[in-house]
């Protein structure tokens, strides 16, 4: 029974890429359309694989350097192996993979989108969701067959052939070398989402500021020497980057439920493991439940509601994974359990699971809200465009602050009513069940920057208004997604990390977080600056980047003469390069930042104030994320309400009012939030609590070894000035014995 569970899981994880080669087919059949769509298609393809080899380039020789310090760190404690660097090499590349699948199916589905729309609004849905589709699968799909089959490799090696029990030491080591496998996944997703946002939005900024306010031309014309680069960005940040992050966040959060169910006493069939083995069987049948909520993705006309279409399938998914866990929980865990002391039941962790649901359902919910047209937040920065664009960042800022309210308290509820279900284990199931339909949450949100894309081409192949008029339904609807999306994410980050804080706190030897202890609260707020910092450093590369490209791009049209009268075509190229220069430049000094404090932090103060440390950067990033993504996301979307006319003070204003203008400043501040700094949070706090999990044992061990010593000198003392009547003879010979 043990067995035929656990290779049922990567089994699943292999229906999820075949079902991915399948509809990867399907799209790459479509038709492309004609010459000039093709050669623009092929611009945009040559430019984000020319990218992402230029990054891999470079992401390579971190992996190498990091994975030989794993594996020396390996050998310096019981609890871990050097195996912990093949472990990490593994994930590092499945995460690279996960992008790469994304990129390469965005660069076939973008022209075929476009073709479609030539066509209907559903052909265009069902052709660019496809797309997406074939990225979640690809993304849920290698994370469940490369962490279960990795599962079963550890698992024999570590526990079964030493004969050892569930809870011991040797179940302890074979999950931290597995944990190595969820810190390659995270420290390329950090990256690739760091360094693939400040492209994208590096020449999203200078195509707008001067193609769409100093020009006047449309936002994807084939005369704006930034408009190419532009749509290459949408593929190597929000596709490639966002499927290397969500990789990350599904392996971290089945990890940590791993890492907390090897301390639950479980009697149950599958000899003690069923709690570890859960939230894999969970991911693993999410795949499926995912790819039956795809089939209800679709509308009948050019008036279908796209974004019912798109809730219809996310919800099926969702109330599938619900039903589906009764009977998984039921027939897998024991009617009671105990971590740490606190009993609960298997309906306490179904419960959890359900609770998980609720709160991904209502992070969505939210995040649609603050972030759609026609909704009271987007529209309110629409009236504040009317009078300037001051006043239009004003609104965006106020918006994405109260955008924070509501998520935080369905946060906090979520978290209290897990824990009160089935304690720390709750927490981590809570948010397994979140992530357990990432496959058709992802597969929602790269479906927008294939439409974006698709939108794109149609105005630079100067298609029929029709065309744009479609496509752009779709990505209005995708930034929408993509907010709710982030939001999701953020969530499920935070239940991820809370629950890798409690694995921390298990394996680094410490009762609690003591904040009145001046160096933890040191801790806690130093932990509560790193985002601050973080973003500043991403909202800064997008500056210095965008700069270059403005004055690229001014230099084009004032050097090649015949560029607005179509007559001589720009040097799309070069900002190609200008992009790709600055995002692999400036995306190494955040991603040290999230490597290198926990380490320092750690190994010199210890795993209390790390523990603080943690607990800031976790509050600080989930509130720093919820507000940048959100803000952008409404401000991109006032933006967009221009195109079909808005009202202000009874008069209508349309592209190229003064009002729009305004609204095109607040998208340009935006866009930094919304696909940069933003969405890089998720990652930064569950990259910063992994690399504590790693090297928790190293610095338990360490504060034992000082604590003895300590122990020892006192008693030198008190023998060597008879403070003492009595020395403590049991009390040297265990120290002596320990050291």
Same mark, same amino acid.
């Given at each position: 029974?043990?067995?035929?569970?656990?290779?049922?899981?990567?089994?699943?994880?292999?229906?999820?890429?075949?079902?991915?080669?399948?509809?990867?087919?399907?799209?790459?059949?479509?038709?492309?359309?004609?010459?000039?769509?093709?050669?623009?298609?092929?611009?945009?393809?040559?430019?984000?694989?020319?990218?992402?080899?230029?990054?891999?380039?470079?992401?390579?020789?971190?992996?190498?350097?990091?994975?030989?310090?794993?594996?020396?760190?390996?050998?310096?404690?019981?609890?871990?192996?050097?195996?912990?660097?093949?472990?990490?090499?593994?994930?590092?590349?499945?995460?690279?993979?996960?992008?790469?699948?994304?990129?390469?199916?965005?660069?076939?589905?973008?022209?075929?989108?476009?073709?479609?729309?030539?066509?209907?609004?559903?052909?265009?849905?069902?052709?660019?969701?496809?797309?997406?589709?074939?990225?979640?699968?690809?993304?849920?799909?290698?994370?469940?067959?490369?962490?279960?089959?990795?599962?079963?490799?550890?698992?024999?090696?570590?526990?079964?052939?030493?004969?050892?029990?569930?809870n011991g030491l040797e179940m302890e080591k074979a999950l931290d070398v597995l944990a190595g496998f969820s810190l390659g996944a995270e420290s390329i997703a950090l990256f690739a989402r760091v360094g693939g946002g400040i492209y994208t939005k590096a020449a999203d900024v200078g195509?707008?500021?001067?193609?769409?306010?100093?020009?006047?031309?449309?936002?994807?014309?084939?005369?704006?020497?930034?408009?190419?680069?532009?749509?290459?960005?949408?593929?190597?940040?929000?596709?490639?980057?966002?499927?290397?992050?969500?990789?990350?966040?599904?392996?971290?959060?089945?990890?940590?439920?791993?890492?907390?169910?090897?301390?639950?006493?479980?009697?149950?069939?599958?000899?003690?493991?069923?709690?570890?083995?859960?939230?894999?069987?969970?991911?693993?049948?999410?795949?499926?439940?995912?790819?039956?909520?795809?089939?209800?993705?679709?509308?009948?006309?050019?008036?279908?509601?796209?974004?019912?279409?798109?809730?219809?399938?996310?919800?099926?998914?969702?109330?599938?994974?619900?039903?589906?866990?009764?009977?998984?929980?039921?027939?897998?865990?024991?009617?009671?359990?105990?971590?740490?002391?606190?009993?609960?039941?298997?309906?306490?962790?179904?419960?959890?699971?359900?609770?998980?649901?609720?709160?991904?359902?209502?992070?969505?919910?939210?995040?649609?809200?603050?972030?759609?047209?026609?909704?009271?937040?987007?529209?309110?920065?629409?009236?504040?465009?009317?009078?300037?664009?001051?006043?239009?960042?004003?609104?965006?800022?106020?918006?994405?602050?109260?955008?924070?309210?509501?998520?935080?308290? &369905? #946060? =906090? *509820?979520?978290?209290? %009513?897990?824990?009160?279900?089935?304690?720390?284990?709750?927490?981590? /199931? +809570? $948010?397994? @069940?979140?992530?357990?339909?990432?496959?058709?949450?992802?597969?929602?949100?790269?479906?927008?920057?294939?439409?974006?894309?698709?939108?794109?081409?149609?105005?630079?192949?100067?298609?029929?208004?029709?065309?744009?008029?479609?496509?752009?339904?779709?990505?209005?609807?995708?930034?929408?997604?993509?907010?709710?999306?982030?939001?999701?994410?953020?969530?499920?980050?935070?239940?991820?990390?809370?629950?890798?804080?409690?694995?921390?706190?298990?394996?680094?030897?410490?009762?609690?977080?003591?904040?009145?202890?001046?160096? &933890? #609260? =040191? *801790?806690?707020?130093? %932990?509560?600056?790193?985002?601050?910092?973080?973003?500043?450093?991403? /909202? +800064? $590369?997008? @500056?210095?980047?965008?700069?270059?490209?403005?004055?690229?791009?001014?230099?084009?049209?004032?050097?090649?003469?015949?560029?607005?009268?179509?007559?001589?075509?720009?040097?799309?190229?070069?900002?190609?390069?200008?992009?790709?220069?600055?995002?692999?430049?400036?995306?190494?000094?955040?991603?040290?930042?999230?490597?290198?404090?926990?380490?320092?932090?750690?190994?010199?103060?210890?795993?209390?104030?790390?523990?603080?440390?943690?607990?800031?950067?976790?509050?600080?990033?989930?509130?720093?994320?919820?507000?940048?993504?959100?803000?952008? *996301?409404?401000?991109?979307?006032?933006?967009?309400?221009?195109?079909?006319?808005?009202?202000?003070?009874?008069?209508?204003?349309?592209?190229?009012?003064?009002?729009?203008?305004?609204?095109?400043?607040?998208?340009?501040?935006?866009?930094?939030?919304?696909?940069?700094?933003?969405?890089?949070?998720?990652?930064?706090?569950?990259?910063?609590?992994?690399?504590?999990?790693?090297?928790?044992?190293?610095?338990?061990?360490?504060?034992?070894?000082?604590?003895?010593?300590?122990?020892?000198?006192?008693i030198k003392k008190e023998i060597q000035f008879e403070q003492v009547e009595k020395v403590d003879v049991e009390k040297v010979l265990v120290i002596n014995k320990n050291d």
């Amino acid at each position: 029974m043990e067995q035929a569970i656990t290779y049922l899981i990567p089994a699943l994880g292999i229906i999820g890429l075949l079902a991915m080669a399948i509809k990867s087919a399907w799209v790459t059949k479509q038709e492309t359309g004609d010459g000039t769509m093709v050669e623009l298609a092929g611009y945009i393809a040559q430019g984000a694989m020319a990218f992402l080899r230029a990054e891999w380039k470079v992401l390579t020789y971190f992996v190498i350097i990091a994975g030989i310090l794993l594996a020396w760190s390996g050998t310096t404690v019981e609890t871990s192996s050097p195996v912990i660097a093949i472990s990490f090499v593994i994930g590092a590349v499945l995460s690279a993979l996960a992008g790469y699948i994304g990129m390469n199916i965005a660069t076939k589905a973008n022209v075929r989108t476009t073709q479609a729309a030539r066509t209907s609004l559903k052909k265009a849905l069902q052709v660019s969701f496809t797309g997406g589709s074939v990225m979640g699968l690809g993304v849920a799909g290698l994370a469940v067959l490369g962490l279960g089959s990795l599962f079963i490799i550890f698992y024999q090696v570590y526990v079964v052939s030493a004969g050892a029990g569930v809870n011991g030491l040797e179940m302890e080591k074979a999950l931290d070398v597995l944990a190595g496998f969820s810190l390659g996944a995270e420290s390329i997703a950090l990256f690739a989402r760091v360094g693939g946002g400040i492209y994208t939005k590096a020449a999203d900024v200078g195509a707008d500021l001067v193609g769409k306010v100093e020009a006047g031309i449309p936002e994807d014309d084939v005369r704006n020497p930034a408009t190419i680069a532009d749509n290459v960005g949408d593929n190597v940040g929000d596709v490639a980057g966002m499927g290397a992050d969500l990789f990350g966040s599904y392996v971290a959060t089945i990890l940590a439920t791993m890492v907390l169910g090897r301390e639950i006493i479980s009697e149950d069939q599958f000899g003690g493991i069923a709690p570890i083995l859960l939230p894999m069987v969970l991911a693993g049948l999410g795949i499926i439940f995912s790819i039956m909520g795809m089939l209800f993705v679709r509308i009948s006309d050019d008036q279908g509601d796209v974004q019912k279409a798109l809730n219809m399938g996310n919800w099926s998914s969702i109330v599938f994974t619900g039903i589906a866990s009764y009977f998984i929980v039921s027939y897998m865990l024991p009617e009671t359990m105990i971590i740490r002391g606190y009993a609960f039941s298997n309906m306490d962790v179904y419960y959890a699971i359900i609770l998980g649901l609720v709160v991904g359902t209502l992070m969505s919910i939210i995040t649609e809200y603050y972030t759609a047209i026609g909704r009271r937040p987007v529209n309110s920065i629409i009236q504040q465009s009317g009078t300037g664009h001051a006043t239009n960042i004003i609104g965006g800022l106020s918006v994405g602050m109260e955008s924070t309210v509501l998520p935080i308290l &369905v #946060l =906090a *509820g979520g978290i209290y %009513g897990a824990y009160e279900f089935a304690g720390l284990y709750g927490v981590a /199931i +809570a $948010a397994a @069940g979140m992530m357990a339909t990432t496959a058709m949450q992802l597969a929602i949100d790269a479906f927008g920057p294939i439409a974006d894309n698709a939108g794109g081409i149609a105005e630079m192949s100067q298609l029929p208004k029709d065309v744009r008029t479609r496509t752009d339904i779709l990505d209005a609807v995708g930034n929408t997604t993509a907010a709710s999306g982030k939001g999701f994410a953020i969530a499920s980050a935070a239940l991820t990390s809370l629950a890798l804080f409690a694995a921390f706190v298990g394996i680094a030897g410490i009762d609690s977080i003591d904040i009145y202890k001046a160096n &933890v #609260l =040191a *801790g806690l707020f130093v %932990g509560g600056m790193i985002p601050y910092i973080f973003s500043s450093l991403c /909202i +800064a $590369a997008v @500056g210095r980047a965008a700069m270059d490209m403005v004055n690229e791009v001014r230099r084009q049209f004032r050097e090649i003469p015949g560029i607005m009268e179509y007559k001589a075509k720009p040097e799309y190229e070069k900002c190609v390069e200008i992009s790709t220069k600055a995002s692999l430049r400036e995306m190494l000094l955040p991603g040290a930042i999230a490597l290198l404090v926990p380490i320092i932090v750690g190994f010199t103060f210890g795993p209390e104030v790390l523990g603080g440390l943690l607990a800031g950067v976790t509050v600080s990033g989930v509130l720093m994320g919820l507000f940048q993504s959100n803000a952008g *996301g409404a401000w991109d979307n006032a933006k967009k309400s221009f195109e079909q006319g808005v009202m202000i003070n009874g008069e209508m204003h349309y592209k190229g009012s003064e009002a729009h203008k305004a609204s095109v400043t607040g998208d340009t501040v935006g866009d930094p939030f919304k696909d940069t700094s933003g969405p890089s949070m998720n990652i930064l706090i569950k990259l910063m609590s992994i690399v504590a999990l790693v090297i928790a044992p190293h610095i338990s061990e360490r504060e034992r070894t000082e604590t003895i010593g300590m122990e020892k000198q006192e008693i030198k003392k008190e023998i060597q000035f008879e403070q003492v009547e009595k020395v403590d003879v049991e009390k040297v010979l265990v120290i002596n014995k320990n050291d």
